[in-house]
T-cell receptor, first 113, second 111 residues
Framework: DTGVSQNPRHKITKRGQNVTFRCDPI?????LYWYRQTLGQGPEFLTY????????KSRLLSDRFSAERPKGSFSTLEIQRTEQGDSAMYLC???????????FGPGTRLTVT | GIQVEQSPPDLILQEGANSTLRCNFS?????LQWFHQNPWGQLINLFY???GTKQNGRLSATTVATERYSLLYISSSQTTDSGVYFC?????????????FGQGTTLQVKP
């Protein structure tokens, strides 16, 4: 078990560009979560998947954000037409089914210039 | 929604000192986790403790769910303990498993 992995670790993009992040959860974990963390704050929930189904999205997830988890394995988070306010650390976590312990990946730090 | 408050927000210790970090939450929870965020931003799992007491080396944690608080104890602190400690809870009225985080306690251990 290699833990949760995320790629890329860092992304610098210009305002208006699209970006996509990838998360590979711990194998056999049914649930996959995305969180966003801005400087000096705790992480905030964005969305989660149970297998391939996206079951909840936060109001923080504007129409410019889309997430997928094809075949219930890895997940991608895409941000279209990035804005400077999107600059943050994007964290992915996975867990077994239920309110069980979540394990986090190293995160993708996005900087929008 | 459920509220999570951590105290103190900042803590400075001399190496070797003991400390207690507190997490208060406003409603019933079905999950409670303590994390240490390293300088690179990764959240390191310390404890999964929706109730009861656990110990792991110099760290221990206690959650009293009926009184809606959890405590993280760090004994004989080391400089490597420095960083941000987060408490995160799962809303007991929901089975989504999503975590609600507190604002964190920033710990600095001086040599």
């Amino acid at each position: 078990d290699t833990g949760v992995s995320q790629n890329p670790r860092h992304k610098i993009t210009k305002r208006g560009q699209n970006v996509t992040f990838r998360c590979d959860p711990i194998s056999e974990h049914n649930r996959l979560y995305w969180y966003r963390q801005t400087l000096g704050q705790g992480p905030e929930f964005l969305t989660y998947f149970q297998n391939e189904a996206q079951l909840e999205k936060s109001r923080l997830l504007s129409d410019r954000f889309s997430a997928e988890r094809p075949k219930g394995s890895f997940s991608t988070l895409e941000i279209q037409r990035t804005e400077q306010g999107d600059s943050a650390m994007y964290l992915c976590a996975s867990s077994l089914l239920g309110p069980y312990e979540q394990y986090f990946g190293p995160g993708t730090r996005l900087t929008v210039t | 929604g459920i509220q999570v408050e951590q105290s103190p927000p900042d803590l400075i210790l001399q190496e070797g000192a003991n400390s207690t970090l507190r997490c208060n939450f406003s409603d019933s929870v079905n999950n409670l986790q303590w994390f240490h965020q390293n300088p690179w931003g990764q959240l390191i799992n310390l404890f999964y403790i929706p109730s009861g007491t656990k110990q792991n080396g110099r760290l221990s944690a206690t959650t009293v769910a009926t009184e809606r608080y959890s405590l993280l104890y760090i004994s004989s602190s080391q400089t490597t303990d420095s960083g941000v400690y987060f408490c995160a809870v799962g809303d007991g009225s929901s089975n989504t498993g999503k975590l609600i985080f507190g604002q964190g306690t920033t710990l600095q251990v001086k040599p």
